[in-house]
């Protein structure tokens, strides 16, 4: 054991009692190679793109040449992004990746030339405190095994990443709340950092929570992981909201669980509006006949796809749904919300 001042500290750190920046923690060099485990690293190089980190407060701090970094172990497995997996053993001073700006670790075995090649930090060493590893489980809410709420839901899922899913749910947020009701929030798939359920906050949410309150850094490779959403939204009840907005990070077919959360059946009742984000014409028709295929309608289509006349003139006459843009037109999605809440 021993003990290292730390430059950083990652957001999905949030919920444990750790030292804040500047401040020393002690490290073991026995390591728990598994997702959640709070690992020390060093940075090793410096980078124009992807070369921030999100701090515990929210803030984004640049990541400089030899910054001493707390994040967590996970996996990432991103179509626009790093693809990064848990080693099955880990020694101090072996090389990692960054794989996100939440401060998630592990080895990066693919990338987008996007990007180009995440940064490369040596570990240091295993967080420990009173001689006991740190896990982000360890403070982490109860998981849920039943759906038990009678609270209306509104389900915001896409196509793949960045195709609008967060505008939307944001601009939804919003009306509502400037509309008398309270809302809260939810991201139940993706990878771990603030900045979604910061974003939520910022527009009204009551309370807004994410797979990483329940101690998952993602939900890549995750079982069952609606229970993830059955459980925010029984801790979103608990702040009498009056709507939960859900939103399903990654697209419909990828490996953060989305696929498998439709196909649960218990919270469907509950789901009043049932949003689709898409970039093009194929990808809104395509999670259309998606959810058709598990009896679901989509009540809005959303995202890209909704920029200009182009695309919602398909959406309307060929595929017979709502295209609503919800940068231009925010205000009709929250008069179709509320006439279906009514």
Known sequence: MKKIK??????????????????????????????????????????MVYNQLELRSGRLSKISRDDVIVGVLGRRSALKGFVGIVPESIKAGQTLNILNIGGIIGKAISYNREYGKPLNVEVLGMVVKDGRSLNIKNRSLSLRDNFDSSTPIILVSGTNMNCGKTIVVSKIIRGLTLNGYRVGGGKVTGIGALKDTLNMVDHGAVKALSFLDFGFPSTVNIDRVEKIG???????????????VLELGDGI??????????????????????????????????????????????????????????????????????????????????????????
Do not use: H, W
């Open 6 to 47: 730390v430059d950083k500290v990652a957001s999905t750190t949030i919920n444990l009692d750790i030292p804040n920046e500047m401040k020393e923690v002690e490290i073991s060099e026995e390591i728990i190679p598994e997702s959640g485990t709070v690992v020390a690293v060093k940075a090793l190089e410096e980078k």
């Open 253 to 342: 077919y990828g490996e953060y669980g989305v696929e498998n959360f439709f196909n649960d059946t218990k919270m469907r009742e509950n789901v009043i509006i049932n949003i689709a984000c898409a970039n093009d014409q194929v990808g809104a028709r395509g999670i259309v006949e998606f959810m058709l295929s598990r009896d679901l309608k989509v009540d809005i289509i959303s995202g890209p796809v909704t920029d200009n006349i182009v695309g919602i003139n398909y959406i309307k006459n060929r595929l017979k749904i709502s295209a609503i843009n919800s940068i231009d037109n925010s205000e009709k999605i929250t008069e179709y919300i509320i006439n279906k809440i009514r």
């Open 230 to 244: 059955y459980s925010i939204i029984k801790e979103l009840d608990k702040e009498k909201s009056d709507v939960i």
